[in-house]
């Protein structure tokens, strides 16, 4: 068997786990996957999340990829890194840079089995600050400064590509080389808030051509994170492992403890359990219903008579849901027209999914727009930032962030925040 067959049909722990721990944050990103925005009361505790990280350790699982919202707003997050690396689990954080000064730069420099991923979504504030808040550009430069400052060794930036950078891959890659980091990009995916600006911001057929084209080229020392793998249906096969590892090799903890088979498909289909559950992490991965279905032989559906069936294995499960379209059926963004054609096929009536997961820092309706609101016109057209809409959410007033100590929310920056 070979080893790619052995990830098919789950591993006894998970290789690629994502913890969010907590929606707080201080952006209010319009593709947020999570929509976050305010802490949820319900969170785990620190004696929660210390006895998570214990049975991870007893699990053996090598490292956990850590996110929110923003992380570090969380006031125990620093102890949380520091128990976790303590009991030989290794943490990879996402942050917007909020926190990382230069008193936290040169601690992290000074510490082992950690790594840090800076969110940037744009080479330029104007293309970044679109889409992630003014000021948040400035915000993660300032981040990776003190970072090579303090001799951290190759950070990561996170890029999650949109219609409006994709022409700036190159300009990506040489903003990582000056600050000694690793480019990583991610694809855009229809959750959460993404779902509300999927049809402005996904690349374009011929920039997905562009991205693989580029990948193919330049792409030797640039991380996907199998984000990419419906892309090799236009030839060579991208590295990784590509296929879907939803619950096989991939899952993740969200806030309050929620065990979902993917971090881009938090909806109650993919919820498997929950940490606080009898048994705990464990017995959801090696024994929840939705785990052990996933872990299946899979029929490939529709796709399985395509010839690049192989190398694409029909795509993102997330995108395919999040767009309407049936699990065993095209990616939407399926590089051989298929998705288009299915999309197109929908019938007025059909219903798409949405999260019931939403701690946005305004109410929306069913049509209401995203906090961010988008009004793009041509790929190329300026933009004029984004702007705050819709009627603010009572509960939603104060700070996202509230809740979460003083120490810890208070910071240089000032972004505008819903209702405020």
Not at 132 to 145: C, H, K
Not at 242 to 258: E, F, H, S, T, Y
Not at 333 to 341: D, I, K, Y
């Amino acid at each position: 068997m070979k080893l790619v067959d052995h990830f098919q049909y789950g591993l006894n722990s998970p290789i690629c786990l994502t913890w969010e721990l907590t929606y707080a944050c201080n952006l209010s990103c319009a593709h947020c996957l999570s929509s976050s925005g305010r802490r949820d009361p319900r969170e785990l505790s620190t004696a929660e999340a210390k006895a998570v990280i214990d049975e991870l350790q007893r699990m053996q699982v090598f490292y956990i990829n850590i996110g929110g919202g923003e992380p570090t707003v969380r006031p125990d997050f620093w102890e949380l890194l520091d128990y976790s690396i303590a009991h030989n689990v290794g943490v990879k954080f996402s942050t917007n840079g909020l926190k990382i000064d230069k008193k936290r730069a040169a601690q992290l420099a000074a510490t082992d089995y950690v790594d840090i991923q800076i969110s940037l979504d744009g080479a330029t504030p104007e293309v970044n600050d679109y889409v992630r808040g003014p000021g948040s550009y400035d915000m993660a430069i300032r981040a990776l400064e003190n970072l090579a400052e303090a001799g951290f060794a190759q950070p990561k930036i996170s890029v999650v590509m949109t219609r409006q950078n994709v022409d700036q891959l190159d300009e990506f890659k040489a903003i990582a080389d000056k600050y000694g980091a690793q480019l990583r990009i991610t694809r855009l995916r229809p959750s959460g808030r993404g779902a509300d600006v999927w049809d402005e911001l996904h690349p374009l057929p011929s920039q997905q051509k562009q991205m693989y084209d580029w990948l193919v080229d330049r792409g030797d020392q640039v991380l996907t994170g199998d984000s990419f793998f419906h892309l090799s249906a236009f030839g060579e096969a991208l590295p990784g492992l590509n296929l879907c590892g939803a619950g096989r090799v991939v899952c993740l903890i969200d806030p309050v403890g929620d065990v979902y088979a993917c971090p881009f498909a938090i909806h109650e289909n993919f919820l498997a359990g929950n940490v606080r559950d009898e048994g705990g992490f464990q017995r959801v991965w090696e024994s929840s219903d939705l785990f052990t279905e996933l872990r299946q032989p899979q029929t490939g559906g529709a796709c399985q008579s395509c010839m690049h069936y192989d190398a694409c294995q029909g795509g993102c499960m997330a995108a395919k849901f999040f767009t309407g379209l049936p699990l065993d059926g095209p990616d939407p963004e399926c590089v051989r027209g298929f998705g288009e054609q299915a999309l197109a096929a929908r019938g007025d009536d059909h219903v798409i999914p949405k999260s019931d997961v939403n701690h946005s820092r305004t109410k929306l309706g069913k049509k209401s727009p995203v906090l961010l609101q988008l009004s793009m016109g041509r790929p190329d057209a300026p933009s004029t930032g984004p702007r705050v809409s819709g009627r603010p959410d009572r509960a939603c007033e104060t700070s996202p962030l509230a809740g979460m100590g003083a120490s810890d929310t208070d910071s240089g920056l000032r972004l505008p925040v819903a209702g405020s």
